[in-house]
C-alpha cells in the first residue's frame, strides 16, 4: 500500500478499493517503526490524521471527490498549523504552538488532504544538507550515512523512504529541487506569487516559495493544484487564474526548444552527472524536442549575490524573535537587553546566527551600497539573462546539482563550501522563476537531479515535459534498499 503515488491512492479511493483510514493508519506504523532511522519528521499528528482521514472517507461516501480527498501529506515544519507545533527546526520556536492554519495547509485540508505530520528542515530553512536542524540531521534514504539535501530533508527522505505519497516544502535558493535531486524525488518550485506564503515563516521574503515534493510529475500536479491560488493575505501572492495542470500533462514535446546553458558544464560539476544530463537531454531529444546551446553569462555572480541578499532579509525578518511576544525566553534576565540577548542566543543555532550577522552587516549605513544594492543589481542582470534566454527556447535543462549528496558532517567545517553546492539552483529564485528537479540516474548509488526551468507561470509545461520523460524512463520508480 505504501507504494501507491498519489494518482494511485485517488483511483483506489474512487473504487472504494481502501479507505482513507486504513491507509493512514498503515503509513503511521511505518513513519513509527522506520522513522527512527531517519529522523525525517519533528512532529507527528496522529489523532488529526485518523480525524482527518475519517472525514474525507465520509465525504466520499456523500458522493464527493476529487484527487487529494483522502490523500496523506505532511507538512514542512514552517508552515504553521493552528495548536500544533510549528518549530521551523529551531529551539526558538519549540514551544511554538501556531494560532492560525498557512493558506497552503489551509487549502490541503479542505481538498481532503489528511496530515501525518510536520517534517523536518534545516532551523528556519537555511541550509543544503538538513544539518542545521534543532532537532538533529536527517538521514538520506538511499545512504544512512548521506545527507538528504535541505532544507526541506525531513520532507524529502519521508517521501523517498515511502513512509508517504508527497509533501510540502518551501524553496529560498534551491530546497525543493536540491533535495528532490539527493533522495530521487520530483520537486517543483513554482513562480513567486503562484503560492501563498501567508502563515509560512519567512526566511527571505522575495525568495521564499513553497511547493510540492512527490514522486512523480504527475502527483507533483496533483498537489501544486492543491496548494496555488491568489491569496488577500500574501500582498505578493499573484491574481491570476490557476491553469489545470493535470490537463496538460499528455502534450507532445514535439518541438519543444530546450535550451542548454554552456556555463553549467564548467569544471564544477561532477563529470559523471555531466554524463547523465546528456543522457536525459538524448531522451527528450527522442521524444522531439530541439536542443539548443544558450548562455546565461551572469550566473558566476548569483551565489555572492543571493547570500548578500538572503541574509540580509533574513536578519529583518528573524528580528521578531526576540523573546517577548512568542518562542524562546531565556531564563531569570536581568533586564530588556539581557532579554533579548539571550534569548537569541541560546534559542537560534550557529548558521542562524552567522547569516543574521551577515546579513545585518550588509544592510547597515556605510555597506549598504557596496553590498546589498549591489547584489540588487546583479539580481537584475541574472533576469535579464534569463528574459533574454526565454525569448529562444521554451524550457532550460542543466543539472540541479553538481555533486551528488555528500557524507553527514563532510561540509559542516566550511559554511562556503555547503553554499556553492547551490549554484544551479539560486538563479531561479533570484529571478522568480519556476524550476523543477526530476531523477536523471545514480551516482555511487546516489541519485541524481536534472533541473528544468521555465518562463513565469509555464508550470504546468514543467510538469508535461516531467511527465513525458517519466513515462519514458524508469529512474523516478527505484525504491530505496529497506524502504
Ligand atoms: N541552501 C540555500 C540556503 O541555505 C537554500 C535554502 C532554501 O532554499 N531554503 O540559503
Redesign the pocket.
Known sequence: MHQMTLAEIARGLADKKFSSEELTKVLLARVTQLDPQLNSFISLTEELAIEQAKAADARRANGESGALLGAPIAHKDLFCTQGIRTSCGSKMLDNFKAPYDATVVAKLAAAGAVTLGKTNM?EF????ANESSWYGAVKNPWNLEHVPG??SGGSAAAVAARLLPAATA??????IRQPAAFTNLTGLKPTYGRVSRWGMIA?ASSLDQGGPLARTAEDCAILLQGMAGFDQNDSTSIDEPVPDYSASLGDSLQGLRIGVPKEYFSAGLDPRIAELIQNSIKELQKLGAVIKEISLPNMQHAIPAYYVI?PAEASSNLSRFDGVRFGHRCEQPKDLIDLYKRSRGEGFGPEVQRRIMVGAYALSAGYYDAYYLKAQKIRRLVKNDFMAAFNEVDIILGPTTPNPAWKLGAKNSDPVAAYLE?VYT?TANLAGLPGLSMPAGFVDGLPVGVQLLAPYFQEGRLLNVAHQYQLHTDWHTRTPQGF
Request: glycine share 24%; net charge negative; aromatic share 6%.
Open positions: 534545516d530553512a537555511m541550509g543544503s535541505g532544507s518551501t524553496d529560498t535558493g534551491g530546497s526566511y538572503a547551490d539560486i
